[in-house]
């Protein structure tokens, strides 16, 4: 990770230093969808990157950084609250993702040992899949409550198709 904030807050300075997990619904690439091979460049902020696209930019996010992708959504880090934002496809504004980068962090890993326990479930067993699921999303809000403050965020959907057996 190339990323350097311009601004001292702890949570950024350490995940910057270590650097961000890759997984199955979040990449340090600018596509998911199509896998594709070319790493963000860290150092544009939003407003660069919707440019080079030829979109407006949110209003107020434009020193925003990009940090990565989630399923459909573009992930960025306000480097002044070290808050991190999903900006959704057809969606016209951000939404707050995480209280900051550990708590991103913290809900990917927790996914990424769900998913495997996930995978070892019966797949006509909705009520163990379930229960799965039920544990992960407890786990994730026991850090940070935001990524399931509104039923319309990235992580929400996610969960709502993953407790229905579509991501297994």
């Known amino acids: 990770m190339t990323y350097r904030p311009e601004t001292g807050h702890p949570p950024v300075r350490h995940q910057v230093s270590v650097g961000l997990p890759a997984h199955t619904f979040f990449s340090p690439r600018e596509d998911l969808e199509h896998g594709a091979p070319r790493r963000l460049d860290y150092g544009p902020s939003l407003r660069t990157y919707f440019d080079r696209d030829g979109v407006e930019c949110p209003p107020g996010a434009e020193r925003w950084e990009v940090i990565g992708g989630f399923l459909f959504a573009i ?5 002044e609250s070290g808050s991190v934002y999903a900006l959704s496809e057809g969606e016209p504004e951000p939404r707050l993702m995480h209280a900051d980068v550990s708590s991103l962090v913290h809900a990917l890993m927790v996914l990424e040992r769900g998913q495997a326990e996930y995978r070892d479930t019966n797949r006509d067993d909705d009520a ?3 229960a ?3 544990l ?3 786990d994730i809000t026991t850090v940070d409550p935001t ?3 509104d039923d319309e965020s990235e992580w929400s ?3 709502e198709e993953l407790g229905l057996g579509m991501w297994g």
Request: proline content about 10%; charged content about 20%; glycine content about 4%.
């Open 157 to 159: 959907r996610l969960f």
């Open 147 to 149: 990524p399931f403050a």
């Open 75 to 79: 992930v960025a880090l306000d480097p």
């Open 132 to 134: 799965v699921v039920s």
């Open 136 to 138: 992960m999303r407890q």
């Open 128 to 130: 163990a899949r379930g």
